[in-house]
């Protein structure tokens, strides 16, 4: 009996204690509705120090101008939209009130010191979820707007914290806050400790905090900033790199079907960029017809979408030898003329069926977003993916052409093509199965670009100059010149678009080609045989 008497007290003990706390936030939530925009802030600082989980909700759709104060009587509702109609939703526990009728409900007006301090509020409410993605989100929305009231609460989340990443984050925005609002010595400490963080919000915060320092703290400043610069100076190098690299993949995957064809045959293919195209419109035709019954098997289309590829750029690439190119062999000019012609004709084919607009190739969520190496160095998920790819296509064609017999009978015709076709190599076969190879390697990069580029009946085109450029400063027919020609003209690219432009830098690379030629004509790794060599 004394058991069920106790547990009724103390039932009636927590049901008056949460009903005299729910009343406390509705007394500190009422205050939201006030005139000035001083009541305001006083009113978000209280909301914020009681540390009531439920306030989040009203703070945060008074941030993004949601909440609302309902005319008819007082009471603070929260706007939201559902199926294109609005409804008022308790600004406190959340209870749906009906739907919003236009004019009966006044807009809580926010400025931008308003803004801010809801930002901080916001973050310091959210310092102590249950939930590490909120912590962290938390922990760096704060860094800009933590005020003096909020170094007790990041001191106290820092110590709590058990995860790393999450006690990085919370312990740069500690010192940042402590910079601002510390004592001395914290400032001091503080600076010394913010060198530890190098990003662009460090810097400009204490390139700002320089100007007001004096004494051991400006030293301090000083040299945390001197060192942040440094470090992301190394690290602008290496984001360099990394897009050269990227690029130079790009431009390998585009090249290097087109080093096959020429080192060969020596045809002046001008229709390469539109096996590229060809690709990358086979990878949205596949992409469209695995979604259509299985709309979440994104990542399976693009993995079809890479055989699908080779084989329509590859046949469509033995069709052009066998019917066009094989009668002009001889014939430079014409056949320079030919395949530009019909680059011009597969652009306007592709243009009649798919239209001129731009058609869309889904990414998927293993390709999207970013790894952050640290504040000043991203590296993209889908230019990861593209290095890898181009990397293995690279290493597939070497093994291809050095160890199979297809490649054996090739480089034979590419080295001595009288002396191939005298022991029984059938050269004809051979140049129609490499324009295969050529263009079903083009269609590979389509692959590649569509996760990067627009899928357009241009999308060749941006490339195709690019393309020869590699392989002329590479060495005709050499897998290996093409791999070094297209990462060289990739990193130097990117080296010099940040001083030059993208389109001055285009030029000076070209100058550049021309210059190495004059001086070696064959390229850098230049092929070797009697027939390459007379």
Known sequence: MRRII??????????????????????????????????????????????????????TAMLNGRLHKRKSDGVLVIIKKIDG????????????????????????RVNNRLRGILRGALGSLTLFSDDPGQRLIAARTMFKSAGKDSLSALSKAL?????????????????AARLRHGSGAEKTAAAKLLADFPDQEVRDLLAKSALSAKGELLQAVKEAAASIEQRLAFFNILQNLFQGISLGSVLLLAAIGLAITFGVMGVINMAHGEMVMLGAYTTHVVQTMVLGRYPDAVSQSLLLSIPAAFLVAGLFGIFLERSVIRFLY????????????????????????FGPTNREVIAPSWMSGSIEITGGLVLTNNRIC??????????ALTLIIRYTDFGLRMRAVTQNRAMANAVGIRSNWIDALTFGLGSGVAGLAGVALSQIDNVSPNLGQSYIIDSFLVVVFGGVGNLWGTLVGALSLGIANKFLEPFAGAVLGKILILVLVILFIQKRPRGMFALKGRAVES
Request: proline share 3%.
């Open 386 to 395: 593209i290095i890898i790819f181009a990397a293995l296509v690279f290493l």
């Open 6 to 59: 106790l547990s009724l007290l103390l039932c009636f003990v927590a049901t008056a204690l949460f009903s005299t706390a729910e009343a406390d936030t509705a007394a500190l939530l009422d205050g939201l509705k006030a005139k000035s925009f001083k009541a305001k802030i006083a009113a978000v600082e209280k909301l914020a120090a009681s540390g009531d989980d439920r306030v989040v909700a009203p703070l």
């Open 85 to 108: 109609k609005k409804f008022f939703y308790h600004a406190l526990n959340g209870g749906k009130l009906g739907p919003a009728k236009s004019r009966t409900s006044k807009k809580i």
């Open 330 to 353: 001889g014939r430079p000019l014409e056949t320079l003329l030919a395949t530009w012609g019909l680059s011009l004709m597969l652009q306007q084919f592709v243009r009649s069926i």
């Open 159 to 175: 110590s709590r914290e058990p995860d790393e990443s999450i006690r990085e984050a919370l312990s740069r925005t500690l010192s």
